[in-house]
């Protein structure tokens, strides 16, 4: 290591050499996948072999996740706890998710405004949410907007929940 003399104050180091980035690389064949963590490789690793290893153990539920975030985001979901409060003025909306209660301010308390307009000829009716527009245009076109994918059936329904 060369070490320079600064007049009058001592050694002065050269500075240390810029980092290399360590990557982690997919070795299963024809995938070239890679990740700058290791915990991010190993979750796809479990995609590629199938496996789910973190199990919700809440009283007959069972679900499982690659990710042991994945399941403490689902507890939540099966124990009713609603960490997330909404801290807009007079407002006492909770959420189990960060993202849901960052959806709520932003549709509530940020753009107030409807945001999506119906695009058939002549009606000009807006909603603040894309499922309602969805739901909406089926008194257009007659047809409930959610379609089962399972091969063959090709059923409609007019919520989610229906289809599920």
């Known amino acids: 290591m060369n070490v320079l003399i600064a007049a009058g104050k001592g050694p002065v180091l050269p500075p240390p050499p810029p980092a290399v980035a360590q990557r982690f690389i997919c070795s299963f064949p024809d995938c070239s996948t890679n990740y700058n963590k290791a915990w991010k490789l190993e979750a796809h690793l479990c ?6 290893p973190f199990v919700c153990d809440y009283d007959g ?6 990710r042991d975030y994945h399941l403490s985001c689902h507890v939540l979901i099966d124990t009713g706890e609603k960490p997330f409060v909404c801290a807009a003025s007079g407002c006492v909306q909770k959420f189990n998710t960060k993202s849901n209660l960052k959806k709520h301010f932003e549709r509530k308390h ?10 058939f000829e002549g009606c000009k009716q807006t909603f603040k949410k894309h499922q309602q527009l969805r739901i909406h245009q089926c008194q257009h076109t007659s047809e409930p907007p959610f379609k089962c994918t399972q091969e063959g059936c090709g059923k409609h329904f007019a919520s989610p929940s229906s289809l599920k």
Do not use: L
């Not at 539920?61 to 690659?66: L, R």
């Not at 940020?110 to 695009?119: A, H, L």
């Open 61 to 66: 539920c069972g679900k499982a996740f690659i």
């Open 110 to 119: 940020e753009n107030q405004q409807k945001q999506y307009i119906c695009s």
């Open 47 to 52: 995609k590629h072999m199938g496996e789910r």
